[in-house]
């Protein structure tokens, strides 16, 4: 089983299958607030900032590992904790495109930007410059069969739990879960020998830059929170002591590397 040294195991789910191709690279989400108000309620809130930042997050895990849809490899809570919820070589449903509402052929049309805020396409042509539309960012036609999904558990500044105990970085997440991620993200490519800068290409993505008709919204993307003019997370932590700019990576090695990696 492969699994980051970093995070504690809560349960390796058995909804994955074997990868047939090597991992790409690594997509960042938000489990959404839906989730922790729900934990809120079956918790409880008359307990102390320290248990409910274990609690939520074995709430938050427990939804992945058994719910019938949406999975992920990873979950990072408020204090940075990280449980693995699958081995990295399974494929797990992460990131998807609605067949029901056509998402894949809508978001690969030349009418794709008609599909979106003119905040979310302003901040996602700085990310992803030399792109033709979100389907352009990753090899072939399936993000969950080359990329490894990384949950976040969001916390609002008004959460009944939070009074201050957790400094945040930006938006709904802590310093400490951005520190966790940018761990997470580099222990994941060390391990899999990923070209040096690959944190600036198209093998570190955001749920909301391939899929912004169901991961944004009028303010911008939502999930994890990037393609918005007041991001929820600061990507930045992730591409630290990163040299290239993401230009020249997706128009270089990333091409290089589609070709290589096949279409499918």
């Not at 399974?90 to 809508?106: D, M, P, Q």
């Not at 700019?245 to 279409?263: A, D, I, Y």
Request: proline content about 5%.
């Amino acid at each position: 089983m492969v699994t980051s040294d970093l995070a504690a195991a809560f349960r390796v789910s058995d909804k994955g299958r074997p990868r047939s191709r090597p991992v790409f690279g690594v997509t960042m989400h938000t489990s959404g607030i839906g989730v922790v108000n729900r934990a809120a309620k079956e918790i409880g809130v008359a307990i102390s900032a320290y248990d409910a930042a274990d609690l939520v997050l074995e709430f938050v895990a427990a939804h992945y590992a058994n719910g019938d849809e949406y999975g992920a490899h990873y979950c990072i809570g408020w204090e940075g904790q990280i449980i693995s919820l699958a081995d990295e070589d399974e494929v797990i449903y992460h990131t998807g495109f609605s067949r029901k509402r056509n998402e894949l052929a809508r978001l690969s049309s030349i009418n794709w930007r008609k599909e979106c805020s003119a905040q979310y396409l302003r901040n996602w042509d700085k990310r992803w410059p030399g792109a033709k539309n979100p389907i352009d960012i990753f090899p072939g036609t399936s993000v969950n069969s080359k990329y490894i999904g990384i949950e976040l558990v969001p916390v609002h500044k008004n959460s009944p739990w939070f009074v201050g105990r957790w400094p945040q970085e930006s938006g709904f997440f802590t310093r400490q879960q951005h520190a966790s991620a940018r761990a997470l993200c580099m222990e994941i490519g060390r391990r899999r020998n990923f070209p040096l800068h690959w944190r600036l290409s198209n093998r570190l993505i955001s749920h909301e830059d391939v899929n912004p008709i169901s991961r944004a919204n009028r303010s911008g993307g939502w999930d994890i929170g990037v393609c918005r003019d007041e991001p929820r997370f600061d990507w930045s932590w992730l591409t630290r002591h990163q040299k290239k700019t993401p230009r020249e990576l997706l128009q270089t090695r990333g091409r290089l590397q589609r070709k290589e990696s096949g279409s499918s």
